[in-house]
């Protein structure tokens, strides 16, 4: 168990909507240093409270561009404070406003790990190595340096790192808070303990026992209704309100939404009875499938009531029900009991919050996905103070960590997690049988095969070879030329959209689909790298893929209408059965942190036109990461072996009703872990 050392001093973080803006927290917490977190647009009267322990101020990333107009308005604000400042992101963006220099849209957007090169006689990167691994999301960047600054990190054709020349502001572009900064600690220390002076005082406090005592005062003499889905987070909730309160005051609930793996529910039960946890089920299947919620609807005042989850296409109008049907659910059992004796608990963890947009973790976060345990309905019950969340500023190996503290067994520990809406956001939808395509498809379908064919292309003449060739650093267009000594590759734009998370904000764009012929030897590295530049250059795709079999060549144009019924359901239950299967049968779980596995509407190779797509795919998604926030595509040959990956692909493509299996590719960012 991690234990905090605080001092008095602190260091004030301004949220400017980041989805790490407190992963900042931590990563400060954890040095020992105490830390305060208020939004961007706080008066200058606010951040200076508490001016005498305040040693330096930190502005995180977000969804917005750190511009001219944005830096004036922290000029009376953050800047009068008279503490050094480090800028993250479209913090470095806004000090490099503030000292005069341009931030413009870039010519390429960066998302994801790169290497870049830190000038190591800044105080900011002391003691480290000239060449770093960091992790960067932005659309947006430096171009030109105002005459204050200067340049103290730079990659491949962008400016990666800003310092004041007489005063301690420093700026970097990359995130040193995330984990795929490889020694992002290293660089928050140089701030803390180099610029700020802050000297360490050794005061623990103990996150268990804090978990402890606020569940106590939250619950007082009530029992608690917990919801129990048997996953890390919620075993680790029981065995905390089990310690506090004691096993007669814990009511546990396991709900079967429909949505759950196969056999999933009663493996669950049997699982948290032999720790002693004796846990009530709820099947209720057919409510969550006939689920409803409140929309608000263009030119409508009023709120309206959505159709049926099962006749909807709209991934997060698909998130929001489910999420309100689960706390319906509640809410009826809690009336059929003695509902003022009684507090709901769930298992919600800090990501949860941010990427569900909730005002709890930051004023001015995009939402990227709701969660289930933060929809409409259960923000109602949090407000209402009917609900408590005990873990909800942990993230996933804190709470690992916590489990283990609390002796509870390994397997269950170290689970990978499945998401409350369960199989939902893993079923692509879609209504009828043409294939989804924007209205420039073809111009974005054109620019994928002209970069995976630049090497024979790039002697032909055309506009849109001429724009490539604009946005193409000496390195990028290295790796494109060297794509002729690989198979070749045949890419598409599959007419399907995913959820990606770019620049702290939203994205729902294509996937693209990159194959060969059946039987070459494919390079994964050369796949991986080249899922990162078409992330880079297409900035309508934010998701790659690579498809098992034979090419696939021209426009997918096969789509199996499909929606959330049982038939979709238990199809990509028997393809996900086999997937993890397969991964148990190698002893590889532990290789991976999770591997959701994606049913699409898209039927390939069919025989004759004449007959109705019926078949769907399967992309898998096998990924690595700490703490969820960020992570990487599990590599076959790196991560994981190689034959193990062609095992599940096999296994899946036997599963009735499957056409094509897919591995994806993507980081995230830009990418998240699921598809929706
Ligand atoms: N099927 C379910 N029945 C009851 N409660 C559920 C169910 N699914 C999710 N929940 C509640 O929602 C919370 C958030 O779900 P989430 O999947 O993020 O966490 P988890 O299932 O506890 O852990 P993991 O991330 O390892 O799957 C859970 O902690 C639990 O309180
Ligand atoms: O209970 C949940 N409700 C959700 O709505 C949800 N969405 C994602 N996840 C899980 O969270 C982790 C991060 O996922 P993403 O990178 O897709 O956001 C991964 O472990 C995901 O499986 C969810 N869990
Ligand atoms: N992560 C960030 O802070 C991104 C800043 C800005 N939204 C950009 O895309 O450049
Ligand atoms: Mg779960």
């Known amino acids: 168990m991690k234990m905090n050392n605080v001092s008095d001093a602190q260091i004030l973080i301004i949220d400017a909507g980041a989805q790490y803006g407190k992963v900042i927290n931590r990563k400060i917490e954890e040095l020992g240093i105490k830390t305060v977190f208020l939004p961007l647009n706080s008066t200058f009267e606010t951040l200076s409270q508490n001016a005498a322990s305040l040693k330096g101020v930190i502005i995180s990333g977000g969804p917005g561009v750190g511009t001219a107009e944005a830096a004036q308005a922290l000029k009376d604000t953050a800047f009068k404070l008279d503490v050094p400042i480090l800028g993250i992101c479209f913090g470095n963006q806004i000090i490099a406003s503030a000292f005069g220099s341009t931030v413009e849209s870039t010519k390429v957007r960066e998302d994801g790990q790169f290497r870049i090169k830190v000038d190591v006689s800044s105080p900011l990167f002391s003691g480290m190595k000239e060449e770093q691994e960091v992790l960067v999301t932005h659309g947006y960047g430096i171009t030109k340096i105002g005459p204050e600054l200067k340049i103290i990190a730079t990659s491949d054709g962008h400016i990666q790192g800003v310092q004041h020349t007489t005063k301690p502001i420093f700026g970097v572009q990359f995130h040193p808070e995330v984990d795929l900064t490889v020694h992002g600690r290293e660089v928050l220390r140089n701030f803390c303990y180099n610029i700020c002076n802050i000297a360490i005082r050794d005061v623990m406090k103990n996150r268990q026992a804090l978990c402890l005592e606020d569940i106590r005062s939250s619950v007082q ?29 814990v009511l546990a609930i396991h709900i079967d939404n429909g949505l759950m793996r196969k056999n999933e529910s009663t493996l669950v039960v049997k699982a948290l009875k032999n720790i002693g946890l004796d846990v009530k089920r709820v099947d209720c299947a057919y409510r969550f499938l006939n689920g409803k919620t409140w929309v608000h609807v263009e030119g409508c005042k009023n709120a309206q009531l959505s159709d049926c989850l099962n006749t909807i296409v709209d991934p997060e109008q698909k998130r929001r029900i489910i999420g309100d049907v689960f706390m319906h659910i509640m809410s009826e059992l809690l009336n059929d009991l003695d509902k003022d004796k009684f507090i709901l608990a769930q298992g919600t963890l800090a990501p949860d919050l941010i990427e569900s947009g909730s005002k709890l973790s930051s004023a001015m976060a995009d939402t990227i996905k709701t ?139 294509y996937a693209a689909a990159f194959s060969c012929e059946a039987g070459a030897k494919i390079s994964w590295d050369v796949l991986s790298h080249l899922t990162k530049l078409v992330t880079m250059l297409c900035p309508n795709v934010n998701r790659c893929c690579f498809v098992f079999g034979d090419k696939i060549e021209g426009p997918v144009r096969d789509i199996t209408p499909t929606l959330l019924n049982p038939g ?18 190698h002893d590889a779980m532990k290789l991976l942190s999770q591997m959701p596995v994606i049913l699409l509407p898209l039927h390939f190779d069919r025989a004759s036109r004449h007959d109705p797509s019926t078949k769907h795919s399967i992309v898998l998604r096998p990924f690595v990461t700490q703490d969820f926030m960020t992570g990487s595509a599990a590599i076959p040959g790196k991560h994981i072996p190689e034959p193990v990956v062609n095992d599940i692909a096999a296994a899946v493509s036997g599963v009735l009703g499957i056409s094509r299996v897919m591995y994806d590719l993507t980081d995230k960012p830009p990418g998240t872990t699921e598809w929706e």
């Open 371 to 509: 969660h289930h345990n933060d929809s409409p309905l259960a923000r109602e019950f949090r407000n209402a103070g009917k609900m408590i969340e005990p873990l909800r500023t942990f993230y996933k190996d804190e709470v690992r960590e916590l489990g283990r503290e609390l002796n509870l067994p390994a397997e269950l520990v170290n689970r990978h997690p499945f998401p409350g809406p369960g199989l939902a956001p893993r079923i692509i939808c879609q209504l009828d049988l043409y294939p989804w395509y924007l209205e420039n498809y073809n111009d974005f379908n054109n620019r994928l095969n002209l970069i995976c064919s630049y090497h024979r292309l790039r002697a032909t003449q055309s506009q849109m070879l001429n724009s490539l060739e604009a946005q193409l650093s000496d390195q990028k267009r290295e790796f494109l030329i060297s794509l002729k000594d690989h198979p070749r590759i045949y890419p598409v734009l599959l007419p399907v959209r995913t959820v990606g998370v770019q620049g702290d904000g939203r994205t729902y764009s």
């Open 221 to 249: 003499e009530r029992t608690v209704l917990a919801l129990l889905s048997g996953g890390v987070d919620s075993t680790v909730l029981a065995a905390l309100l089990t310690k506090a309160l004691g096993p007669s005051r």
């Open 568 to 585: 979709a359901i238990s199809r990509l239950r028997e393809a996900d059965s086999a997937a993890m299967d397969m991964l148990r049968q």
